[in-house]
């Protein structure tokens, strides 16, 4: 045999035996990255505006940059989630401003019924803190999972959305979702006006 013939030959052999193997190859499912949600442990907001709550720790607070942004609109970054809360606040002159705004929250929100596979409201209502609103809740793709608005039905106004900076697919981030909806609700539980 020549030498060329003698390197070839092992490698014949190894493409033989491990042809002649059977193995049953079935594909792995998808899978998600596995989340590690921070402890909840909440802090003050307290900024000169006409109204305070409570916020997770491992959220920080932004002022809105946006063109169009006002002084007292900010955002709640979940950074760990690649999220954020916009929350937007208004000065109320008059019943028919009131009304405007109600219309446009519920506008916002149901401008998603085109992905939505669901849109539940709850009524919100501590009159303890003069505090009012009603809270959306938004299934499926959608742009924003969580909507709402707060009012003391005469002179503020105060709304928030959730996002994320990814593109929408809800079977993903529902964990975050569920997770990040406690953390609203407690700063909707501890909304107050300062006036």
């Not at 959220?59 to 929350?87: C, I, P, T």
């Not at 401008?111 to 849109?119: L, Q």
């Amino acid at each position: 045999m020549k030498l060329k013939q003698l390197i070839f030959l092992p490698f014949v052999l190894l493409l033989f035996f491990t042809a002649c193997q059977n193995h049953d190859y079935s594909p792995k499912p998808k899978g998600y990255f596995r989340i590690v949600f921070p402890k909840k442990e909440y802090t003050e907001f307290i900024k000169p505006v006409p109204f305070t709550f409570r916020y997770p720790i491992y959220a920080s607070v932004e002022q809105d940059k946006s063109r169009d942004a006002k002084n007292d609109w900010y955002n709640l970054h979940f950074k760990q989630f690649n999220g954020f809360l916009h929350l937007t606040y208004y000065d109320v002159s008059g019943k028919g401003e009131y009304d405007e705004m109600v219309e446009d929250a519920r506008k916002l929100a149901f401008k998603h019924t085109i992905k939505a596979s669901a849109i539940d409201q709850r009524i919100i209502h501590y009159p303890e803190h003069k505090v009012y609103g009603i809270y959306y809740a938004i299934e499926g793709n959608t742009a924003s999972s969580v909507q709402f608005f707060l009012t003391d039905s005469a002179k503020h106004y105060f709304r928030g959305a959730l996002y994320f900076n990814e593109r929408p697919q809800y079977d993903s981030i529902a964990p975050v979702v569920n997770f990040i909806k406690k953390d609203i609700d407690t700063l909707i539980a501890t909304f107050k006006w300062k006036n």
